[in-house]
């Protein structure tokens, strides 16, 4: 095979844009081209990038960011139809056990993928003790669903028995009801449906991305369990040129990559919908 040069000009770029299904795109903005054309690889003798000294533990914080990108990103392209929490009785299981738990969480999921065509994303997170284990989530598919007989109230942070809305003269059609899953026989559930309102899901999306963090510990090894016959990862990704002084993130600020040394500006055409919507309501 013939092997001829191409200029990096032609293969690394500054701007990577993301597009998501309901026509949304993010997009970070580097300080210099760090984005590669997938389908090339640089030449052997080209000397690598040596790592910067004494800033903390950049590997660490890149993974938790890459975490937190690619949950996003599963949440963002997928079409999902709850949002879960799972816990483990102390009765069927040993709720401090990460091995054991594990191994049957991943039975337990694994059949409702077969059996059910169950798309699933979840972080497991330790209880305030520090021991239990439990998961927060989005799932779709064909699961079962039984009436908890609660329901998520508007400024009610968790879930309230019916006849107490009723009482408080909180309106049902102003609620959702919250469901039990059979299905998963290691101890209580509870999924919320969805709607298509972004904010609904944006809300959700960083309530179970902000408990990745530098004390976050990978419980199986993993940040997040996902998977599903349709589960759809990765959005389309493009790669562009642009000044990088002249372009404006959402929040004004410049992200130093001290791994990478390299400053970067983020935009989303989501969060600047958001913002709009609530000004809008703010003037109303």
């Not at 799932?139 to 329901?151: A, C, Y």
């Not at 992200?255 to 309501?281: G, I, M, P």
Request: glycine residues 4%; positive net charge.
């Amino acid at each position: 095979m013939t092997r001829f040069s191409v200029s990096e000009n032609f293969i690394f770029h500054n701007v990577k844009i993301k597009e998501y299904p309901n026509g949304d795109c993010s997009v970070a903005v580097a300080s210099r081209p760090v984005f590669k054309e997938k389908g090339w690889e640089l030449s052997s003798d080209k000397p690598k990038m040596p790592k910067p000294k004494e800033v903390g533990n950049p590997s660490r914080d890149d993974s938790i960011r890459r975490a937190k990108t690619s949950v996003s990103d599963i949440v963002r392209m997928n079409d999902f139809e709850y949002f879960v929490t799972l816990t483990l009785s102390a009765e069927k299981i040993d709720r401090t056990n990460a091995k054991e738990i594990s191994r049957k969480v991943k039975i337990i999921l694994s059949n409702l993928v077969e059996r059910s065509d169950l798309n699933y994303i979840l972080i497991p997170e330790y209880h305030k003790d520090g021991k239990a284990i439990h998961f927060h989530g989005f799932m779709s598919g064909n699961l079962e669903t039984v009436d908890s007989g609660t329901v998520k109230a508007p400024f009610h942070k968790k879930p309230i028995k019916t006849e107490t809305a009723k009482r408080k003269g909180i309106s049902l059609d102003d609620c959702k009801t919250v469901y039990n899953l059979p299905q998963w026989t290691l101890g209580f559930s509870s999924a919320i449906p969805l709607n298509q309102e972004d904010r609904d899901r944006t809300a959700l999306e960083s309530y179970v991305i902000k408990y990745i963090t530098k004390d976050f510990e990978k419980i199986f090894g993993k940040y997040y369990l996902s998977g599903g016959k349709e589960l759809r990862r990765n959005p389309p990704v493009y790669l562009d040129n642009t000044d990088f002084k002249a372009f404006e993130g959402d929040d004004g600020q410049e992200h130093y990559c001290a791994f990478t040394d390299t400053s970067f500006k983020y935009s989303d055409t989501r969060t600047r919908r958001l913002r709009a919507q609530s000004s809008e309501v703010a003037e109303l």
